[in-house]
Each structure stands twice: as structure tokens, then as C-alpha cells.
């Protein structure tokens, strides 16, 4: 697998993680379903002569189809006709659960029941309560399938990913731990990656993937080799000669493709290298065209940094308008605080106060501003259904989830963290359910989470325009209070809550 292929491997796990989450389960390829009676009896007498063979009970659901009532029934029969043998109720909760049915959890139940060291119930049930919305049970269903199978990797792994939001330094301490105790697993690389990932300061972040690249060999391991191109990236931020001397190492005992692209990405570094020190030089058109020169991936890290080098030497040339100019058309598409703090500095040198920088911004943003598509769906809480011209007068903080996402639960604090800050302000925040066949999870989802936002029912098959979610989540989107969509296709995580609290504010102040 090339760089290029592992950098756009990353940004998958981050789809499942930071970015998009496809609809898979939704899309996996269907059981073909037996009519045939004496087929189907045949597979139910076999499970009959084999309780506790799991294949035996696979077959028979697959044939029968999880959609079939006769399915739960027979299995309520085998349940009782043997109480001990825990993996009659299991193959039936397995099957709920890898739908994300709500139909699984009685039956999970009734396998750790029979056996408490059913690792693999445990962990259903940890998914399961994911969905139902109740974290608290989630986080002890998988420290039973860690005591139950402590060799497990990914029992382990999770474990310690489920603190990553409340407890930061007991995430740290057992992501540590699993990273020292499975040395040869790509969950010990995994969690080193994740480590230097979700760190908020560089220097943590090279810490931790230095330590991944000397513990995890990248050449052995696909965690520790997508996250080497994060690691070449933290340097050409912090110390662009070492990202030349680190790729060009790289490239040494790489494969043909691989090596042909880092040795590409140490020039690229070299360039960058080399425009630095050409604006110390005071060397700004020089240094300008250098930095034209560079093309890194679009999913690089680095690449906003790259929009405040140019901007920096825009500025250098004496030429602070052009400067200002071109931060303000990044910054409009993809806001950022870094950005923003760069716009107002520019502004100063522009004799533009606070309140005309700000008004600029809302300008650009205006001139971009497109009337959201419309949409009525119905409600989880009350009678009938919701508008978007319900919201009119108020910011909608807007995305498309489904309980059983996992990255939309794990972006769900994050928005929270930043929602609560504007209790009694005109902001609303709404959830649009994609998969209605979970719907029996939505409301003990909200109930059970504490999550403040609206849930709406999703409608297959309706005109969403230029909110369309492309069947995927989680997707979001900012509507201002005159219903014009102004943001979108952005993601929150720990790193950038400010970001999002900018895009809000920005709006309400609008209106203000």
C-alpha cells in the first residue's frame, strides 16, 4: 500500500472517527432466505443435535431471516429446552446486535446470565447500550468482557478509548498500558495513534508518535504508518528541516511507490525549509514563490498552515490587502480560530477596527450564503412534525446521525461542550435520524444521554438539496437565522470546539 493510499486510509478511520460514517450495516449484502420447509427443518434439527455449536445456529437464522416471527419464538422454545447452554440465546442476540437491532439485548442478558464469561455477550452489550444512549453500562459491559478475556486487544483498547471524553489522563494511562501489553497487535498501535492524534499541543503529539514509530515499525504495522504522515506533518509545523531529514528516512527502506512519495513529501518539506528562512531573510516574494510550489494531499494536516505561510508572505511583499484578501476567502469555507485571529491582525494593519473585520467576514459570508433547502419531518417528542421554517428567527446547529454511529456519539460531547454555552440564546440544535429502523433506540437514546439536541425522523427518497447528508453521518451543517445555510461539512473534536463556537457566534452576532 503507497503513502498516498495509507494518507487516504487515514482519512477513512477518521471517517469513522472524525469525518464521515458511512450507512454500512445498511448496505452489507443480505442473507438469502430458505422457503423451503423441509430445508428449514433440516437446519432446526441440527441445531437440535448440536446446541452449543454456533454455526449450527448461524445457519438456521440466516435461513429463517431475523424478519421472520416464527425466529424469536423458536428461540424462546430452545431457551428453555436448554437453560445451560449459554450459546442458544447469544446466536440470537449476535444476530440483533451486528444489525444494531434493539431486539438484542434480552437475549445478551440471558447469555452472561448462563455463563459470566461470555466475553463476546459482554461486548455486545457494550454496543448495545452505545445505542440505547447509557454510557455508564456501556463503560462496565466492556470492563466484564476485559476481565473476561483479558488477552482480548480490542476489549482493551475500547476500554480505554470509552474515558477519552470524561477521564482525559485515565485515557491516557490505560491507552499506555494497552500499547505496552500488546506489542504485537494493531489495537497497541492504534491507541498510540489515537494518543498523538487527539492531543491538543505538538509537543505531545510528536511524543506520542515518535513513540508509536519506534515501538509499532511502520513497515509492520498500518496504524503506525498512517500515522507517520501525521508525524510529518507536526514537523513541518514545528521544525520543517527535521520533516526533510524524517521523510527522506522513510523513504530509505520503503517499496518503490513508497519511497517515490516520501521522497516527494521531503521536498515538499524542503520547500518549506527554505520559504522560512527567505522570510527571515525578508526575502517575501522569493519566499511566496516557493511556497506556491508545495502540494500536499488534501487531507494533510498541515495544509491550514500552509493558507497563514502564504498569507505571512503575501504581507511581506507590502502587500497586507492581498494578504487579508486571501485568508478571508479560506476563511469563509473552512473557519477557524487560527484563522480568524490572523484576519484581525491583518485588519490592524489595515487601519480596520474589531467591528469592520467582523463585518467583512459576514459580508464574505453572506455573498456565499444559499437558502437552505426546505425540509418537514417528523418528530420523536410530541405529535406531527418540524419545519425548518419552524427554527426561522434562530441558528441551527444541524446534523444527520443514527444511533447506531459511533462517530456521531463520539462527536455528540463535543457539541454539547459547546451548546450549553448559549443556554436562553436563539440557537437550536437538531439531529436528523437516517436509519428508521432504529427508531425504537432514538428516544431512550435522548433520555438515557442527556443529549440536548431535537430529534427528527429522516424521510428516504426526499429532495435535500444542499442539505443532503449523502446517506451518510455524521454530516453537519450551520443554517443562519434568516434560513440561508452558511456552514458545512465540517467536524468537532477536542482540538477545535473553539471552531465551532466561532461559526455560532458569528452568526448571532449577525443578527444582533
Known sequence: MSIKLKIFRVALIVVLIS?????????????????????????????EANPDSLSKHKAYINAIGLANPELAKQYDLWIKKYPKIAVVPFALGQAYEDTESPKAKPYLLKTVAIDPKYSEAWSGLWIDAERWGDFKASREYLAKAVAADPSNANYAFYYATSFGTIDVEKYRELSLSVAKKFPDSERGAQALYWLGSKSTNDQDKLKYLEMLRTSYPPAKFSWSASGMSLYFSVLLKTEPEKAVVFA?????????KEAKTWANLAIQAQYIAVAKKLMEQNKANEALTTLDKVKLSKYDNFNKNLVLLKAQAIDKTGNTKAAYDSLMHVFVKTPTMMFQKALYAYGVKLGKDASQVKGDILKSLDANAKEATPFTLKKYFGEGNTSLSDYKGKVILLTYWFPGCGPCRGEFPHFEDVVKQYKNKPLEYVGINIVSEQNDYVIPFMKTSGYSFTPLEDVKGRVKGNLDNRNAAPMNFIIDQSGHLIFSNFRISEDNEDDLKLMIDLLLGAQA
Open 19 to 47: 469525518t464521515q460514517a458511512t450507512q454500512i450495516f445498511a448496505q452489507s449484502a443480505k442473507p438469502v432466505i430458505v422457503t423451503d420447509k423441509a430445508e428449514l427443518e433440516k437446519l432446526k434439527l441440527a441445531v
Open 248 to 256: 527522506a528516512d522513510m523513504g530509505k527502506d520503503a517499496k518503490e
